[in-house]
């Protein structure tokens, strides 16, 4: 399966998710997309080097560590991200630089289940529920802020 540019899929998932799925001018469905559209980050920080995500999904699973991306994923598809000091946004950046944000697309096809671990933080756990229309999957969007656990002051 070819990998697919999170960050080229941005700019129609916009549009997509925002309402019809349809193109308007021949009723026709508009393409496949993804189950989920899932950001994570840490409050105020870079995310750690071992900041893994595990999707358990009807065929199967499998995880994202952000220090080593797997060479040939099959529905876990992250772009990782940084914030520029003069303009504030995001940006691509290459791996081994600090990462504020990872961007992931999850081609799941249906529901799933996302643990997102990460050393100093507790884990997360989330049941993701696919929706779909007349076309079939319509995209919806995550965010997993890790926060660090109360220390009790």
Request: proline share 6%; with cysteine.
């Amino acid at each position: 399966m070819p990998s697919r540019s999170v960050l080229a899929s941005l700019i129609g998932l916009a549009a997509l998710t925002a309402g019809c799925t349809k193109d308007p001018e021949y009723e026709e469905c508009i393409g496949d997309r993804p189950a989920f559209l899932v950001r994570v980050s840490a409050r105020a920080e870079s995310l750690p080097d071992d900041t893994r995500l595990k999707v358990q999904y009807g065929a199967g699973e499998e995880e994202y560590l952000l220090e080593q991306p797997p060479d040939a994923p099959e529905v876990v598809f992250c772009t990782l991200l940084s914030r520029q000091v003069d303009a504030g946004s995001m940006i691509e950046v290459e791996a081994g630089a600090p990462v504020q944000e990872l961007l992931c697309e999850l081609w799941t096809q249906g529901a799933a289940t996302l643990t997102v671990r990460a050393t100093g933080y507790p884990a997360q756990e989330l049941n993701l529920r696919a929706e779909r229309n007349e076309c079939g999957i319509e995209t919806v969007d995550y965010h997993v802020v890790l926060e660090r656990a109360d220390a009790g002051g």
